[in-house]
Each structure stands twice: as structure tokens, then as C-alpha cells.
């Protein structure tokens, strides 16, 4: 079974501050991909960033990286220098090349960026 | 190039209806898959239609069924409402051209009420 855990249901950081929030998985695939999704109150899901499996590389998106252990099966979000802007719900995310277009979710981080 | 959207935004129905929501996926994209998001249960996949068929299913109830239409519309319907169907029910589109296809874009949802 495909699970994914985050277990900081909600956290909240000053603003400029970094914060970093948790995911783990568990999957018996190898090839998959990795990805945090954001929620604004607005609803509209917006992909933050993304990681391939198979890359060792951990991926960066501007002020957005992540910390992938893939041994430990973990991928966590690091935000540097928060914004107000970065107030939402963050999905933790992965998909495997063997079930298709099927995301499987974790039950989300509510982020509170304070000014 | 405009988004996913989703209609109607806001439903209200009551127990034994049944109910329709559309899709409009992003213009070239052929795959559309549909989540159900709730606050107990997060975000799960229901099922994914690529090229008007039946792709990728999730662990639902037949009540819950969908279709594509030949410009990729999708809609999906549920029968026999029942309290616990109260959601908010997202799209994803994306091009569909890998069986996994990870450059997914969600639509804003459409938040089902059943009283």
C-alpha cells in the first residue's frame, strides 16, 4: 500500500523565518516521483516543487527546497525567508510510474506565516 | 493559455439526489482525474480519464461514477447522495501523454453540500 504521513498538522513561522515541513512515505516502488503541493485559502492547488526518485540531487525552487531521504523515505519542504503570500495548506505528495496519474496524499501542514 | 476550471464552484443537494460536476481541463490535455478532499480523509483519488475511457480507479463506490467527452470535459456524477459525500471534489488535468504524467494542474473545486 501507498501511504503518505505528515505529521505536523499545523505550524506557523514569523515572517523572513525558515520552516521546514515534514513528510514520510512508504511505497514498494522505485521508480516514483515526489511533490509539495500548496493550498491557499483560495482552494486553488498549486505545485511548489518536485523531486524524481531517481535523482540524488535534492530539488530547489527558489526560496522552496527539499530534503530527500530516500532510504528513510522521507521528503521534507524547507521555506527560507516566509512570506505572507506562503500562508496555506501544503500537500506532501507521490505518484509511481505504475499506478498511472493516481496521487496519493498526505493530510496536509497548515502553515501560518506571522507578520 | 487558460486553467482547469470546474462547475458549478458551490452545490447544495440533499440525501438520495444525485449530482454532476464538470471539468474543463487545460486546452491540449487529455487526461483528467478527479479527488475528493475532505477534512477527515484529506485528499483521495476517485478515478483518472484519458481518451474517454476509464483509466485509474480508486477505492469508491460505484455511486461514484464519471465519463469524458470527446474535447476532454469530464464530468462526474454521484448517485444516492449521502451525508458523508459532503467535500470538496477537485480536477487535475494534464497532458496525458506517459501513463504517468506528473505535470498535474488542479482546478479550484467544486464544494458539494449534501443535507
Known amino acids: 500500500a501507498q501511504t503518505v504521513t505528515q505529521s505536523q498538522p499545523e505550524m506557523s513561522v514569523q515572517e523572513a523565518e525558515t520552516v521546514t515541513l515534514s513528510c514520510t512515505y512508504d511505497?514498494?516502488?522505485?521508480?516514483?516521483?515526489l511533490f509539495w503541493y500548496k493550498q491557499p485559502p483560495s482552494r486553488q492547488m498549486i505545485l511548489v516543487i518536485r523531486?524524481?526518485?531517481?535523482?540524488?540531487q535534492n530539488a530547489t525552487e527558489n526560496r522552496f527546497s527539499v530534503n530527500f531521504q530516500k532510504a528513510a523515505k522521507s521528503f521534507s519542504l524547507k521555506i527560507s525567508d516566509s512570506q505572507l503570500g506562503d500562508t496555506a495548506m501544503y500537500f506532501c505528495a507521490f505518484m509511481t510510474l505504475n499506478t498511472g496519474n493516481q496521487f496519493y496524499f498526505g493530510t496536509g501542514t497548515s502553515l501560518t506565516v506571522i507578520p | 493559455k487558460a486553467g482547469v476550471t470546474q462547475t458549478p464552484r458551490y452545490l447544495i443537494k440533499t440525501r438520495g439526489q444525485q449530482v454532476t460536476l464538470s471539468c474543463s481541463p487545460i486546452?491540449?490535455?487529455?487526461?483528467v482525474s478527479w479527488y475528493q478532499q475532505t477534512p477527515g480523509q484529506g485528499l483521495q483519488f476517485l478515478f483518472e480519464?484519458?481518451?474517454?475511457?476509464?483509466?485509474n480507479k480508486g477505492n469508491f463506490p460505484g455511486r461514484f461514477s464519471g465519463r469524458q467527452f470527446s474535447n476532454s470535459r469530464s464530468e462526474m456524477n454521484v448517485s444516492t447522495l449521502e451525508l458523508g459525500d459532503s467535500a470538496l471534489y477537485l480536477c487535475a488535468s494534464s497532458t496525458g501523454d506517459d501513463r504517468a504524467s506528473y505535470e498535474q494542474y488542479f482546478g479550484p473545486g467544486t464544494r458539494l453540500t449534501v443535507t
Open positions: 523531486q524524481e526518485a531517481y535523482k540524488q
Open positions: 511505497t514498494s516502488e522505485n521508480n516514483y516521483y
Open positions: 480519464y484519458f481518451s474517454e475511457t476509464q483509466r
Open positions: 486546452s491540449g490535455h487529455r487526461s
